[in-house]
């Protein structure tokens, strides 16, 4: 159990286009999912935190109108990298957290990412 | 000063070798502690899950918590060339959503 999945799971992309990445909770429900960017050689970097149906709460000095944050859902969370240049290019990788009820509830799982190169 | 440091390696071991993995934290509020594996270009894989202090063992892995010493362990019994990854350690305060996660460790396991 508790499987997250990405798509895409990588994409290229020309500067100035808009690029959608989709997170979904495959067997459990999320109130809450996280997403992450990850350079090369380094740890993970908390982007936003999406609350299903409320909106994403952003952390320092990542641009939300940059980085669209759409959780329709309880099992899907969307992250839309609006007008891509090259140093958005990165791994995106998005987690989720179980609903309160669950005896993992406390921890996150984790997608497989997404590598985004920005041409 | 990080909320967590961990040592970013890369460590290299025989097969079979007992493997350490460490994290340490400031804020002793963390209550919940996790240690992720992550293998290259792939998201992470939780590995363990622990609240507060203590041990807890699955298979050849046992995670240790000292909130005492705000110190967290990994270690890795008969470790195998499949453990070759990174290791990253996470934690949690109560009521809070996010992670704060470690550098994370670079293991290799030499065949």
């Known amino acids: 159990g508790a499987v997250v999945s990405q798509h895409p799971s990588w994409v290229i992309c020309k500067s100035g286009t808009s690029v959608k990445i989709e997170c979904r909770s495959l067997?459990?429900?999320?109130?809450?999912m996280f997403w992450y960017r990850q350079f090369p050689k380094q740890s993970l970097m908390l982007m936003a935190t999406?609350?299903?149906?409320?909106?994403?709460?952003?952390e320092q000095g990542v641009e939300k109108d940059k980085f669209l944050i759409n959780h329709a859902s309880l099992t899907l969370s969307t992250l839309t990298v609006t007008s891509a240049h090259p140093e958005d290019s990165s791994f995106y990788i998005c987690?989720?957290?179980?609903?309160?009820?669950?005896?993992?509830?406390?921890?996150?799982?984790f997608g497989p990412g997404t590598r985004l190169l920005v041409l | 000063q990080k909320e967590v440091e961990q040592d970013p390696g890369p460590l290299s071991v025989p097969e079979g070798a007992i493997v350490s993995l460490n994290c340490t934290y400031s804020?002793?509020?963390?209550?919940?502690f996790m240690w992720y594996r992550q293998y290259s270009r792939k998201g992470p894989e939780l590995l363990m899950y622990?609240?507060?202090?203590g041990n807890k063992e699955d298979g050849r892995f046992t995670a240790q918590v000292d909130k005492s010493s705000k110190y967290i362990s990994l270690f890795i019994r008969d470790s195998q060339p499949s453990d070759s990854a990174t290791y990253l350690c996470?934690?949690?305060?109560?009521?809070?959503?996010?992670?704060?996660f470690g550098t994370g460790t670079r293991l290799t396991v030499i065949p």
């Open positions: 987690s989720a957290r179980p609903s309160s009820g669950r005896a993992f509830s406390e921890t996150q799982y």
């Open positions: 067997d459990f429900q999320a109130t809450t």
């Open positions: 999406s609350n299903e149906g409320s909106k994403a709460t952003y």
């Open positions: 804020n002793s509020a963390f209550q919940y």
């Open positions: 622990t609240y507060s202090s």
């Open positions: 996470a934690m949690r305060r109560p009521g809070a959503n996010n992670l704060f």
